[in-house]
């Protein structure tokens, strides 16, 4: 399986638990019926937005995984690392103007970016992912990307699930966070 650094692994660990303690906020929050400023959202956008620095580490890290034989796969590599950037920078974008209306107020992420960048670093991870799970040798399992993609589809279907798609991206991202690099 694959040979990952220090930095990868922590960031597998990580992220998960970032949107995990996120979810587990969120629903805190929500128990009076409606989700707004408060100690558990700002707490629980905080953990969000480093969940999403993280992840934008995280592609960058994956990037480094993909092996590139040829220039199509470098480039393609390479243009998923960049959606899932770009991707994970509107989500911080939108974030940042959760934790401070003044921002979200003077500098809104533009509407269509509201649409392209979440797709943008779904498609980037989950191609950065499944060209792991692809190459030869294999470097990741199969099940690892399908449960990324799990995790991306209980987000859609209901914000509340938020916990079991922390759950589930740990899951999906644990041969990343268990498999060390090899030393001389």
């Known amino acids: 399986m694959t040979e990952t650094t220090r930095t990868t692994r922590l960031f597998a660990l990580l992220v998960p638990l970032c949107l995990l303690l996120y979810g587990v906020l969120r629903l805190i929050d929500g128990r009076d019926g409606s989700h707004g400023p408060g100690l558990a959202w700002n707490i629980g956008h905080t ?19 993909v092996p590139v034989g040829t220039a199509r796969r470098a480039a393609a590599a390479g243009s998923a690392m960049i959606a899932g950037v770009f991707g994970a920078g509107c989500f911080l974008w939108v974030i940042l103007g959760d934790l401070f209306p003044s921002f979200d107020d003077s500098a809104p992420l533009p509407e269509p970016l509201e649409l392209v960048g979440p797709l943008a670093f779904e498609l980037g991870i989950l191609a950065l992912l499944v060209m792991l799970a692809v190459s030869r040798p294999r470097r990741l399992p199969v099940w690892s990307p399908v449960l990324v993609f799990v995790t991306f589809l209980l987000i859609a279907v209901n914000l509340d699930l938020l ?9 999906g991202l644990v041969p990343l966070a268990r498999t060390r690099a090899r030393t001389s």
């Open 47 to 65: 953990f969000f937005f480093v969940a999403f620095l993280l992840l934008g580490g995280l592609v960058v890290e994956l990037r480094t995984l």
């Open 163 to 171: 916990p079991l798609a922390a759950l589930t991206l740990m899951a």
